[in-house]
């Protein structure tokens, strides 16, 4: 988000800047992994101020043009810039990345981590901010025994309260508010990073793939705003 990235190389000042890293992972991933294997990455979201549907549009291409194949998910309300981005590219026929809905998200993580084992390309699974994450725990616990590379994503309640699109407009959004909501599970992730906005993009998906596939393999885990 450009309200968080406040860099003034490369990595910050316009999208295509700060999706740079996320690209440059993907890139790296894709030429490393063999071209018959998925890959797959799982996001959401719209913070209201500094990430919007353009930003989840640019995020699923990226991921698509970086091999990810299939993005399973159990979606909430975190979700909604994430269909929009989906269904703006479906039908494209150079835009791979699928999407697999799950009616829960144990189910959503399984299918993300049987595909990775045959394919041995890490998925992308995406759940609703921190009870969505709660359901996906055994299946992180899981990915991190077995070390299955996936990218776990999960959006998290809106920052603000009112006055800005996105903002909180439901009481469970304040039920569901969590203080370190990558903590649920962190004993059983590589890495975990909670997105700002799209400013870094590129470099934050571009590093999640990479610690996810590196031996040992195993999930990785990033909250959207």
């Not at 500094?50 to 995020?59: H, I, N, T």
């Amino acid at each position: 988000s450009p309200i968080t990235n406040k860099r003034t190389d490369e990595y910050g000042g316009s999208l295509a800047n700060r999706v740079r890293f996320a690209i440059e992972v993907a890139e790296c991933v894709r030429a490393a992994w063999p071209a018959e294997k998925p890959l797959f990455m799982r996001l959401s979201v719209d913070d209201g101020a500094g990430w919007d549907p353009a930003s989840s549009v640019a995020l699923a291409r990226e991921l698509n043009a970086r091999g990810v194949d299939f993005f399973f998910s159990n979606s909430g309300t975190d979700f909604t810039p994430i269909l929009d981005a989906l269904a703006r590219y479906d039908g494209t026929p150079s835009f791979r990345l699928r999407t697999v809905v799950a009616p829960h998200e144990n189910t959503a993580i399984s299918m993300a981590h049987g595909y990775a084992l045959l394919s041995g390309k890490p998925q992308a699974v995406m759940a609703h901010v921190n009870v969505g994450t709660a359901n996906m725990g055994l299946g992180i616990i899981n990915a991190a025994r077995a070390r299955v590379p996936m990218l776990v994503l999960a959006g998290k309640t809106p920052w603000y309260e009112s006055d800005v699109d996105g903002c909180r407009t439901n009481f469970v959004q304040w039920g569901q508010d969590t203080f370190d909501q990558g903590a649920m599970f962190r004993e059983f992730t590589k890495w975990d990073h909670e997105l700002k906005g799209a400013r870094n993009l590129a470099t934050v998906v571009d590093r999640a793939l990479a610690i996810a596939r590196s031996e040992p393999a195993g999930p990785v885990y990033l909250t959207l705003p």
